[in-house]
């Protein structure tokens, strides 16, 4: 996955890769800076990625300063290793793209970086994953909500599938949606330079919103944010139904896209998000929550036992489904779209320029992409 910044940035804010509400300026603890780990290998094939940095000490107003030429890699139980690259040089290692993780494979993940210090990871083995046997949408009112406000109508969604005999099993649900974008670059109270692909702000504001249009076929994606996980502690072995998984807007009523993930996570992963989860009840968004909440349950450091360590290596199975879901039905009468109206003005070259650009680049990032969607209808 391509990012701006990573998606696991969201969850752990990154989370996380993520945001979902501004905050307030927030120092760590000891205003320090923590070597940060965010891992992630599934039993899909593809670019498997391991983001290192250097968090910053603050939330807002910081920056995060990738650990570069590292030497990182993924050991099985038998041996085999799997060395990543960071072919941009950004902090971003990646595997090869036919690797995938095994099902009943165990995994460690070894960081060496170029100061000599070593950091390696408990051994996460690959749980199965219970196929999706349904997936339900219901259109839902949320009366705290007036009408018009865009949280009050939307659709949840519900799955059912039948958890295995096996006891310790951890679920974990995520999507991802895709939409046809038309504006690709929007710059308020300024213009943008197609030389150097970014916005500009003149001396004397301009008070005018422009939207740039995109250059090619180009796709928006939202995800979720919100950490939705489950323990078959109290259920093991039973027929789990009508699990709440994810709630899509009404903003509109043409069909919504969905790429739907039913995720078999480790132990350690769901505690790690477990603790998230209770710090959001607490204090509200992923990104209210301290960063001493986020230490890694998995991961240590060789070098130095007693450091602290930001993230998670996340070894898990999947199981996806894509599908469209009819926003057009099953809305009470009365009920409207909360439609999202494009501010400002869509740029268009003045009459008789004869050179001039009105099309932005489609970059394939976290946000958007000019790649076709799986399973994407016209």
Known sequence: MKTRFPILTLLICALVISCITPITDFEQVSTNSFFSVEATLSDQPGLHKVKLYMSSNKLTGGSFQPILKAKVYFTDEKGLIENLTDPKGTGNYQTSETFAGRVGGTYKLTIETSDGKKYVSSPETMRPVPEIENLITKFEIMDNYVKGDARRGGFNI???????????????????????????????????????????????????????????????????????????????????????????????????????????????????????????????????????????????????????????????????KVFYIDRSVGIPEGERPAYVKLQGEVYSCPAGTRVCNEFVECLDNLYRTPSKPVGWKD
């Not at 939202?222 to 903003?251: C, E, M």
Request: hydrophobic letters at 30%; a neutral charge; one cysteine or more.
């Open 158 to 320: 519900y799955v059912d599938f039948q958890d295995s005999p096996n006891l310790g099993d951890n679920y974990q649900w995520f999507w991802k949606h895709y939409q046809k974008a038309f504006i690709c670059e929007t710059c308020t109270n300024g213009y943008y330079d197609f030389a150097k692909k970014t916005c500009m702000f003149p001396p004397q504001p301009t008070d005018v919103t422009l939207n740039y249009k995109c250059d090619r076929t180009c796709w928006d994606i939202t995800f979720s944010t919100a950490l939705n996980i489950f323990s078959d502690s109290y259920l093991n072995g039973q027929r789990i139904t009508g699990k709440q998984v994810a709630r899509v807007p009404f903003d509109d009523t043409t069909p919504y896209y969905l790429q739907f993930e039913q995720r078999s996570i480790t132990k350690s992963v769901y505690n790690y998000y477990q603790g998230l989860v209770a710090q959001t009840q607490n204090n509200g968004t992923l990104f209210d929550v301290p960063a001493e909440t986020r230490f890694s349950y998995n991961i240590k450091s060789v070098t130095n036992p007693s450091e602290k360590i930001l993230g998670v290596f996340d070894v898990h199975s999947v199981r996806k």
